[in-house]
């Protein structure tokens, strides 16, 4: 089990694992650095998308040759995102990333049914993945940005996606709190009786408990305080939450209070791209790789 992105990076780079990433809007003054830096450790080969006059003057500005790069020039996001779609049913690329335009685009073209990687009906999700200092590992957090107001079933297949996403990672027995803003259900907060009901789900393995506030899910002496009896308190490794209100600002409130490092994913059933705020740094777009490449090689490997 990866307890930070330290110890993926080191995994990759020890185990030569790599992959060809296709970046739509490419002229991304936070996308390139990364890209840049994952291929000098060897673990990407980009192509890049988007506009090459922009995307080579960047370059340059990193002291990197563009002549060393794939580049091709296509300006609008559309079209863009169409073609790295295609490239990778082609098998030109293995992994999509998110670059400079809108999520909107990466998720139509991701969706087309006549031609995307996904079902046009299928479920997809955002995770974002962070080093919790407290616990010394790393969390998980989804939904953050693609389902408004998922109903309960979508919850749970958004559960079940993100589980196999950390299974896949290394731990086959995580921990789950479902968060709400108490740790009782309340018909007044329906996110608490949705979670409530959720927690008495057959899971398997892994230990699902809710509705559970976040201090409690990060912090075991608040839920001690409490009076809470628990085995996932303090020792959360997935986060659900409720609604994408939570699951945005929580996601900014890691990066822009919290300060800690952060990846971040698009999934499906059986499916992974990297898929980033257009605000995230570069540190963030470059753990997004690492995961994004990694979680490609072990499906790969296990034949997912």
Not at 26 to 38: E, K, N, Y
Request: aromatic share 6%; glycine share 8%.
């Amino acid at each position: 089990m990866f307890r930070d992105f330290k110890d993926i990076e080191k995994y990759m780079i020890d185990n030569n694992i790599r992959a060809s990433v296709v970046v739509g809007g490419s002229h991304d003054d936070l996308a390139l650095p990364a890209i840049v830096r994952a291929k000098k450790e060897g673990i990407i080969e980009p192509i890049l998308i988007g506009d090459a006059v922009k995307t080579e003057d960047l370059l340059r500005t990193l002291g990197e040759e563009p002549a060393d790069y794939r580049i091709e020039d296509e300006k609008n996001e559309f079209k863009t995102a169409r073609k790295m779609v295609k490239m990778v049913l082609e098998g030109k690329a293995e992994v999509t990333m998110k670059g400079l335009m809108q999520s909107s685009s990466y998720l139509m073209a991701i969706r087309n049914p006549l031609g995307g990687l996904v079902k046009a009906d299928s479920l997809m999700n955002q995770v974002t993945v962070f080093y919790d200092p407290s616990q010394e590992k790393l969390v998980y957090v989804g939904d953050c940005a693609v389902n408004a107001f998922p109903t309960v079933e979508q919850r749970c297949e958004i559960l079940r996606q993100i589980i196999s996403l950390v299974e896949l990672l290394g731990n086959d027995e995580p921990k789950i709190a479902l968060l709400s803003a108490i740790e009782k259900p309340s018909p007044m907060i329906p996110s608490s009786v949705e979670a409530a009901t959720m927690a008495t789900m057959n899971w398997g393995k892994v230990i699902v408990e809710g509705p559970m506030a976040l201090d409690n899910a990060l912090d075991a002496s608040a839920a001690r305080h409490k009076g809470m009896d628990s085995k996932v308190a303090g020792q959360a490794d997935i986060l659900l939450v409720p609604d994408i209100h939570a699951g945005n600002i929580l996601h900014k409130a890691i990066h822009f209070f919290g300060h800690l490092p952060f990846g971040t994913l698009l999934l499906g059933d059986g499916f992974s791209a990297i898929f980033n705020s257009r605000t995230d740094d570069e540190d963030a777009k470059y753990y997004s790789i690492l995961l994004g490449v990694l979680c490609n090689a072990e499906r790969r490997r296990k034949g997912l």
